[in-house]
């Protein structure tokens, strides 16, 4: 058997209840008051659920205090969580409920009203869990589903269910290129596997305070919760407000451990937050989900001297973070590339390899496709055989996940380099061309980090040109194009540049492309 995601979590629970497990806006909860309301929903999950279905249920909230205590009830039921995203097209969570198959489903206040539109179509009866809500008198708003509120739940926290390794901790669902978002299951023993490492590599306390920036569809967010709970730790989860000032966030929460997108460092940069030891309180500065610039890294560290800056990389496909690479004043630059911060180096178990187009392992200091193996990759997505077939490939006996990622192959012990994604290398009049090359000669340029480059407009082999889009108004775009055409051959030059006070960012906190591209698309 494996000991269940949320077990340490209800040690801590047990033996210093009194501790600050959680801080959402101005409400503190300690383990024990968190403890008590996660256990009277497994208690009511236990109660009320079907048996018929997947060992899943959905949480249909947003880092709410009832968020979390529902995450951790449904972990103590022994299944596996399913969270959705109030802000998202309720079709697109209809599709994901369906998929998963949950026969229950645990609603926050601030997502109720989005519930209805969720429901309609939908092709089963489930069970309404309304934690933070009375429904007294509603019942019939919500016929044919099963319908429980604050004043019914559970009592007594349930015996700790027994669960198998393979068991699903949780199921998130990513962007499907068909439209259909696919579903990955992270098992009990993928997350196991990471917060072993993590355990090992860093020094958590329990007089540590972690921030949580992601949405709960993020499976980041699982690192924020669990390392922190695990360590008897307290995490800190800001308000929309607070998104929008980060940097004194940081200060009044007295934040130990930062976890984030570097959209954020850059935005913060932007707003010339990260003032010289502005964050004297930060041990860990941890970055993940996207290229982290080199430029970023560094005025994070001046903001943050006495922490320790790491660059992580994974894709939900291998549970979180596979790789890590560590800043270093002296070696760093020297060591990037594209003016990007390298993603280092397997994390514990984990292997990797960087593959040509025909799957043969590429030579030392070549470019390739970035293929993982090990105890946190995931064994495929969730009922699609198809999808599953293609993205993970059996290479010397060995299962691989195909990450669709461009790296360049390490070199004596040297780090591995992150060059974009596959998809990201386009064909511009039949050459070759690196977006992320593109992207790195403008921020040089320009001294701006917040940058994207698109290809466009699209032609039959690829595209007829490139377009690129700025975060910052002053830029001379006429001047910038006749300094790129000075470093850059003809077909690399952006024939278009467009600038933005910001840059739009999707539902995880990372540079929108579609929406960019759609802007382009409207003219």
């Not at 060992?55 to 022994?78: D, E, K």
């Not at 489930?126 to 007294?136: E, H, K, R």
């Amino acid at each position: 058997m494996q000991p269940r995601l949320c077990s340490s979590f209800f040690r801590w629970a047990a033996d210093s209840p009194n501790r600050p497990a959680l801080e959402v806006g101005d409400t503190t909860l300690t383990y024990g008051a968190l403890a008590r309301s996660a256990s009277a929903i497994a208690a009511t999950l236990l109660e009320h659920a079907h048996e018929n279905g997947p060992p899943l249920t959905g949480v249909l909230a947003h880092r709410s205090p009832t968020a979390f205590a529902a995450i951790l009830g449904v972990l103590a039921r022994g299944h596996g969580y399913v969270p959705l995203n109030p802000a998202f097209p309720p079709a697109r969570n209809r599709a994901m409920l369906e998929q998963a198959g949950c026969e229950a489903l645990i609603v926050d206040a601030g997502a109720a009203s989005s519930l209805r539109s969720l429901l309609e179509g939908l092709d089963r009866e489930l069970v309404l869990i309304f934690p933070d809500q009375g429904v007294a008198g509603r019942a019939r708003d919500w016929a044919p589903h099963h319908v429980v509120g604050v004043s019914e739940l559970g009592g007594e926290a349930p015996e700790a269910a027994l669960i198998e390794p393979s068991d699903p901790a949780y199921l998130l669902f990513t962007s499907g290129s068909t439209g259909i978002p696919k579903g990955v299951a992270v098992s009990h023993a993928n997350v196991r596997a990471f917060l072993d490492e993590v355990a090992e590599r860093y020094d958590f306390t329990e007089d540590d305070r972690f921030s949580q920036t992601f949405n709960l569809t993020f499976d980041l967010s699982v690192f924020d919760m669990f390392a922190a709970w695990e360590s008897g730790a307290c995490v800190c989860c800001p308000s929309d407000k607070d998104l929008l000032n980060p940097a004194g966030f940081i200060r009044r929460s007295g934040l130990t451990v930062w976890f984030s997108v570097p959209s954020i460092a850059l935005f913060m940069k932007q707003l010339r937050s990260l003032k010289a030891s502005s964050f004297p309180t930060l041990r860990w500065s941890l970055f993940c989900g996207e290229a982290l610039p080199v430029e970023a890294a560094r005025s994070w560290l001046e903001a943050a001297p006495g922490s320790t800056l790491e660059n992580l990389y994974g894709p939900t496909e291998a549970t979180i973070a596979c790789t890590v690479y560590r800043w270093d004043p002296v070696r760093s630059d020297g060591e990037s590339e594209l003016g990007l911060v390298p993603i280092g180096h397997p994390l514990g178990a984990m292997s990797t390899l960087v593959v040509g187009d025909d799957l043969r392992e590429a030579r030392l200091g070549e470019a390739g496709e970035l293929l993982l193996s090990g105890p946190q990759v995931v064994e495929g997505y969730w009922n699609d055989d198809e999808t599953t077939s293609r993205a993970f490939v059996s290479i010397d006996g060995r299962c691989y996940y195909r990450t669709g990622d461009r790296v360049r192959r390490a070199t004596a012990g040297g780090p591995l380099r992150y060059l974009g994604r596959s998809d990201n290398q386009i064909k511009v009049l039949g050459h070759r061309v690196e977006l992320g090359e593109v992207e790195a000669a403008i921020r040089d340029e320009t001294g701006v980090d917040a940058v994207v480059a698109v290809g466009w407009p699209p032609s039959p082999s690829g595209a007829s040109g490139i377009a690129a889009f700025v975060a910052d108004e002053r830029v001379n775009p006429a001047a910038l194009t006749a300094a790129l055409a000075r470093r850059l051959p003809g077909y690399m030059v952006p024939r278009e540049v467009r600038l933005l006070p910001e840059l739009p960012v999707n539902a995880n906190g990372k540079w929108d492309r579609g929406a960019l591209i759609r802007l382009l698309d409207e003219g």
